[in-house]
């Protein structure tokens, strides 16, 4: 009975997650973003702020899954993303709170978002409005981006997976970031997303929820320093080898824990 | 250069710079499709051929190009049009 009752509140708790980011974020970037943006002029503090206000509501929606036990949470490493502005931060992509999780504890952070979510009903506004870059940008057009928030001194987050991944699939990282890090000479700071039992899966309705309550853990690994790579290879060359790299790292990182 | 020249050439250059395997790098194979490459490795192997003819190309002449020899054949067409 006590059972059944917790399985209840669990997939009510999950329902109403669901809905308040989705609907919430539409919210926001209806209401608080035109107040920024009326009061903001300078485009690029206009972006700083949203990107801000993401932060802080991701932080206290993460808080609030704690505080109603519907899932808990696990942070290794955290200090070192004091370092991150400046950096790509790179993460797997087994869930949809990822970004979430990655916001909550990044103040300043830019993404490459992809096209799907760019052009999202609910969420496309908000991605639109906090300054994201759309991944289907021409490349220059890309980097250009990509290289504006790095100068103001925000931290790039790239899912490299491109989607959602199915946990215990090989990984299959998309080459773009690499690219990305050869090209404006970032340092990578990998960070590892597990989340046990596996839960939000691409494909999966938000009530199918896990028979217990999943385990979210962030783990915020090693920098990967790209300079020397160009010193050895073309950039081709040297791109298609920190893919492996980087995937070779993550295999070894969700095989061991 | 021949036509047959150019065509190794760009062979090579698929299986060096970009570590495509060598019995992938056919006529008809498509170059993101088939060979892995993304844009920025466009970008790379055009500098490339600029270095191999001495002339000046630009991203739109490929734009349309597809396959290996897609590319060959433009490459071939600007240095006639040069020559």
């Given at each position: 009975m006590l059972d059944w009752l917790a399985r209840i509140y669990r997939t009510l708790g999950t329902g109403f997650f669901f809905a308040i980011l989705f609907g919430g974020g539409a919210v926001i970037a209806t209401i608080a973003f035109p107040i920024v943006s009326l009061t903001t002029r300078n485009t690029e503090r206009r972006w700083a702020r949203k990107q801000y206000i993401i932060h802080l509501l991701f932080r206290f929606y993460i808080g609030l899954m704690r505080f109603m036990r519907l899932a808990f949470f696990e942070f290794r490493g955290l200090e070192k993303l004091r370092d991150a502005p400046g950096k790509l931060v790179i993460a797997n992509h087994p869930s949809l709170l990822d970004v979430v999780l990655l916001m909550s504890l990044i103040p300043?952070?830019?993404?490459?978002?992809?096209q799907e979510l760019w052009e999202s009903p609910y969420l496309g506004r908000l991605v639109r409005g906090a300054g994201y870059i759309s991944n289907a940008l021409p490349s220059e057009q890309l980097l250009a981006a990509c290289r504006q928030a790095?100068?103001?001194?925000?931290?790039?987050?790239?899912?490299?997976?491109?989607?959602?991944?199915?946990?215990?699939?090989?990984?299959?990282?998309?080459?773009?970031?690499?690219?990305?890090?050869?090209?404006?000479?970032?340092?990578?700071?990998?960070?590892?997303?597990?989340?046990?039992?596996?839960?939000?899966?691409k494909g999966q309705k938000w009530y199918e929820?896990?028979?217990?309550?999943?385990?979210?853990?962030?783990?915020?690994?090693?920098?990967?320093?790209?300079?020397?790579?160009?010193?050895?290879?073309a950039r081709p060359l040297a791109a298609r080898k920190l893919v492996r790299t980087v995937a070779a790292y993550y295999e070894d990182r969700l095989a061991n824990g | 250069m021949s036509r047959d020249e150019l065509l190794h050439q760009i062979k090579s250059y698929l299986i060096e710079i970009f570590e495509v395997p060598a019995e992938k790098v056919t006529p008809d194979a498509r170059l993101y499709e088939d060979l892995d490459l993304d844009s920025i490795d466009a970008v790379d192997l055009i500098v490339k051929l600029q270095d191999l003819t001495s002339q000046k190309f630009s991203p739109e002449d490929f734009k349309s190009a597809l396959t290996v020899t897609d590319v060959v054949d433009r490459v071939d067409a600007m240095m006639k049009a040069q020559a």
């Open positions: 300043r952070a830019q993404c490459i978002v992809k790095i100068e103001l001194d925000a931290c790039l987050i790239v899912f490299p997976e491109g989607t959602r991944s199915t946990p215990g699939a090989p990984i299959q990282l998309q080459r773009g970031f690499a690219n990305i890090a050869l090209l404006l000479g970032l340092d990578i700071q990998l960070v590892t997303i597990t989340c046990t039992p596996p839960t939000l899966l929820i896990p028979a217990r309550r999943p385990v979210f853990c962030v783990d915020v690994g090693q920098v990967i320093s790209v300079a020397h790579l160009l010193n050895d290879h | -």
